[in-house]
């Protein structure tokens, strides 16, 4: 039985469930116990919760309806689960590898409930239980579930480069990049974005943003590094009319006016010793004090910060603060330097080729030499390097092909750079030289792009600046068939 809750003979067995309109979205609960008023007064339980139960006398009945309806949440009373060796539980995790299971036990057989947890089971009850401990559960394992949901559909938006802003790329970097951001998004913990210049630090600040809880809520970026020093004070914390010369009014600071949204510190390295340990006071009490005022305002915004800089070097010199950097580093996040993802580069270099097709209306594509070049190329600037060169030679270009010599001056040298090296000596022998020829050139130029594509042929004769039917007749001149 349960305490604080009476059954009555008109429970159902099995409550009407709603409609399939009214149920969607909502969890699925499954109740398995012998005793009609124990698992009669879960399903209304679990009704109240705003859940669609299920109620099972049996294990057998409890299988068919897992294996055709499937459950998020499953109650199941102790000795049901014992009569199978608690392998019932591994065999519900089978059906539905992401359901929660619960255990209904009694006072004298906890440790068996113990062993279940170590088994697979989410949690247990101990029968009499009242309906407050059954709601809290309940509530806690759907709160999971329902971000357990948000974070793999965002993870499956940016991996598929959909609602993700220009984050993108497939490489193993990258979807380990989307795994964590898909979590980190569901929370209001700060996070500390760590990457060198360029790997694009404020476009994943703007996705935690935009796929969390504060996303309807403003978005304040804070370039610590170009702040003037004598008014950074003001600028994060505000300040009162007259607080010093030019103060003509009360102005609110960057950390009170996102108002639920996020703040974004970028270059937070940049900040001195002295507005640390404000920042760090502020951020422990969540409220701030005005330059000149007496009154404190709350801090009400999630806090993100970025740097390209060594923190954890800074800190063991002295030069940023080690409470501060704990406070920060909360969740932290290492982007990964383009050169580090090479095969992200044609991924990358197609969608900065198809912004600027859309702005000139021309349709650019880059030459196969170009592509194989930039394809190696080291990237010191990382993706705003990449960005920089495909804008200017787009800008310049003569023609819709792109070619070496119309991209950047430091790519340009490190391709001639690389034609020297290779060049052969002017004494060498005839016989020693190694002439490829054209047709082998061309063969090896659409297998690599291929190749650096994952063999999407739109996207690989894109690049090429050929057509599709072009690609195909290539590969069945080279007997490559259409694979």
Not at 115 to 132: H, N, Q, W
Not at 197 to 218: D, F, M, Q, Y
Not at 285 to 296: A, F, L, N, T, Y
Not at 412 to 424: A, E, F, G, K, W
């Amino acid at each position: 039985m349960m305490r604080g809750w009476e059954t009555t003979s008109s429970t159902m067995l099995n409550p009407v469930q709603p409609t399939p309109s009214a149920a969607a979205g909502r969890l699925h609960v499954l109740v398995i116990d012998r005793d009609p008023a124990i698992r009669n007064a879960c399903c209304e339980i679990a009704a109240a919760c705003g859940c669609v139960p299920h109620g099972s006398d049996s294990l057998t009945a409890a299988r068919a309806l897992l294996t055709g309806r499937g459950a998020d949440i499953v109650l199941i009373d102790q000795k049901a689960a014992m009569s199978a060796g608690f392998e019932v539980l591994d065999e519900m995790k089978a059906l539905q590898p992401v359901m929660a299971v619960v255990l209904m036990t009694a006072a004298s057989t906890v440790s068996a409930a113990v062993e279940a947890i170590r088994s697979g089971a989410s949690d247990y009850l101990i029968k009499p239980f009242a309906v407050e401990e059954v709601t809290a559960i309940l509530e806690r394992l759907a709160k999971h579930r329902h971000m357990d949901r948000a974070s793999r559909t965002l993870r499956e938006k940016l991996r598929t480069q959909q609602g993700m802003g220009n984050i993108i790329g497939q490489s193993p970097e990258m979807e380990k990049l989307y795994r964590i951001l898909s979590k980190v998004a569901q929370s209001t913990h700060p996070v500390l974005i760590l990457g060198e210049s360029g790997t694009g630090k404020e476009l994943v600040a703007h996705a935690i943003h935009a796929h969390g809880p504060g996303a309807g809520r403003p978005f304040v970026p804070v370039d610590c590094g170009s702040l003037v020093p004598s008014l950074i004070e003001s600028e994060l914390f505000g300040h009162v009319k007259g607080a010093f010369t030019g103060a003509e009014r009360t102005k609110d600071g960057l950390l009170v006016s996102a108002e639920g949204g996020t703040v974004f510190l970028d270059e937070i390295g940049e900040l001195p010793l002295d507005l640390q340990a404000k920042l760090l006071r502020a951020l422990q009490e969540k409220e701030v004090r005005p330059v000149g005022g007496s009154q404190r305002i709350p801090i009400r915004a999630r806090i993100l910060t970025a740097t390209h800089r060594d923190l954890a070097g800074m800190v063991e010199q002295g030069r940023f603060r080690r409470d501060l950097y704990y406070r920060l580093n909360v969740v932290k996040l290492q982007l990964p330097a383009l050169r580090d993802r090479k095969e992200d580069i044609p991924l990358l270099a197609a969608y900065f080729l198809e912004r600027n097709s859309r702005e000139y209306r021309r349709d650019f594509r880059l030459s196969a030499d170009t592509l194989s070049f930039i394809s190696e190329y080291h990237w010191p600037g990382n993706v705003r390097e990449l960005a920089n060169a495909i804008d200017r030679a787009c800008n310049t270009a003569s023609d819709e092909v792109i070619e070496i010599g119309e991209m950047t001056t430091s790519i340009r040298d490190s391709y001639l750079h690389r034609l020297q090296t290779l060049r052969p000596r002017a004494d060498a022998p005839v016989q020693e030289l190694a002439v490829m020829p054209l047709a082998e050139m061309e063969r090896q130029a659409i297998l690599t792009t291929l190749n650096q594509v994952r063999g999407d042929k739109l996207l690989a004769a894109r690049l090429l600046g050929i057509g599709k039917t072009t690609l195909y007749r290539k590969l069945k001149e080279y007997g490559l068939g259409p694979a």
